[in-house]
Every structure is written in C-alpha cells, then in structure tokens.
C-alpha cells in the first residue's frame, strides 16, 4: 500500500505564481524524500528533509516537515514552465532507504 | 560519470512470454533498488541489492518474478510467464550505500505485455 498520499492531485497555475503540494503519511518515519518525474519516466530527485529537520530548502525549494501531523509541504516559488511534472513524496519506512511513494501530484505551469 | 542506465527502454511481449529487463547502476554504489510503476499511481518497491545479495524481496509480486546481480554491479529483473498486468514502467535506482542516501533513479523500461 501506498504511505505517502499528496494532496491536492492535480494543480494548474500560471507562470510565476508559487505552487504547494502536501504529503500525509501514517507511520513513523527516518526521512522523507520529493521526487520530481517527468513524462511518466525516471524520477529525479528533489530534496531530502531528515525526521529530525523540520524545514530545509534547495533553491527555489523549500520543504517543510511535521512529524507531529505526519505531514510534509513542498512549496515551489516562482514557477517555470519547466516546472511542469508530477512531484512524488516517498518515506524510508524501514531505515534501509526502501522509499514508499505516494500516488503523485500533477503540477502544470501555464506559461 | 554516467547515472543509473536500464535497457531496453521499452519492451513489447507477448502473454506468456519470457522478459529480462537490464539495470547498470551508477559505478560504485552498492546498493540497486527495482520499483514498479503503473499508470497513475507512485512507484512500488519490489527488491534491493546490497552488494550481489537481495537483501529485501518481499516487493515481488509472485515467483514468476526475479532478480539478480552477480558481480554486485549490473542487474537484471526477470519476469517468466508473463501476464497483461506486468505491463507498467520498471525503475532501477542505485545509491552509494544502504542507509538513507539518495536514491538515484533510471529513465525505466517500459513494459507492455500483449
């Protein structure tokens, strides 16, 4: 079964503006992770936030996380077109980096 | 140098065929994840090397799945008797070790089964 479950789905917004996607998951967790995939093909990887970090950024990244809801933000500022992908999150739910990804969000940046 | 390489891209079979999908990790890391993936769904973990053992297989699905990794570098999935709800995206990913470095994935191998 799936740990990670993003929300919203599927999210469309123009060009410039931010876009955030969360991430619930049900159990304790070592880190979570933010994948970016592009064309239903190789996943790249984003940023990784340690379950002892509670917000790390990479650019015009920033993720947050709270194990206290066992959730996750990802915030995207400043959109570009190339930004246009499905963002996956993923949990190490066993300490052996065995990630457990959520289902995906669909980010589309109209240019 | 090169990230994790998997051929072929895409593989076309036939129900009940034999299939073996190809995985080269980035040189030097140990560990080798396999993940599936179908349409619209996150991927699934299936297996793990470290090293030339499967230290993790609980993800395959039943016995007509298979892997190894001889030499504890490249590895190949192998999937007998295959069947219409095989056909998904396989993803290898490689990391320098078992712990909680990052993955790095491969572009897939996208298999469809007739």
């Known amino acids: 079964s799936q740990q990670g479950e993003e929300d919203p789905q599927a999210l469309s917004i123009q060009e410039g503006e931010n876009a955030t996607m969360n991430c619930s998951y049900k159990t304790s967790i070592n880190n979570l992770q933010w994948y970016r995939q592009n064309s239903g093909r190789g996943l790249v990887h984003l940023i990784l936030i340690r379950s002892n970090e509670r917000e790390k950024h990479s650019g015009r990244l920033r993720v947050t996380l709270d194990t206290s809801k066992k959730s996750s933000s990802l915030l995207i500022t400043a959109s570009r077109a190339a930004d246009t992908a499905s963002y996956f999150c993923a949990t190490d739910l066993y300490g052996n980096n065995r990630l457990a990804f959520g289902k995906g969000n669909q980010v589309v940046v109209i240019p | 140098g090169a990230g994790v390489s998997q051929t072929p891209s895409n593989k076309v079979t036939e129900k009940g065929k034999y299939v073996e999908l190809r995985c080269d990790p980035i040189?030097?890391?140990?560990?080798l994840y396999w993940y599936r993936q179908s349409l619209g769904q996150g991927p699934e973990f299936l297996i793990y090397?470290?090293?030339?053992?499967?230290?993790?297989d609980s993800g395959l699905p039943n016995d007509r799945f298979f892997a190894v990794r001889p030499e504890g570098s490249v590895s190949t999935l192998k999937i007998q008797r295959t069947e219409r709800g095989d056909s998904a995206v396989y993803l290898c990913?490689?990391?320098?070790?078992?712990?909680?470095?990052?993955?790095?994935f491969g572009p897939g191998t996208r298999l469809t089964v007739l």
């Open positions: 040189s030097g890391h140990t560990a």
């Open positions: 990913a490689s990391s320098l070790r078992i712990s909680t470095d990052t993955q790095y």
């Open positions: 090397f470290q090293g030339t053992g499967a230290a993790d």
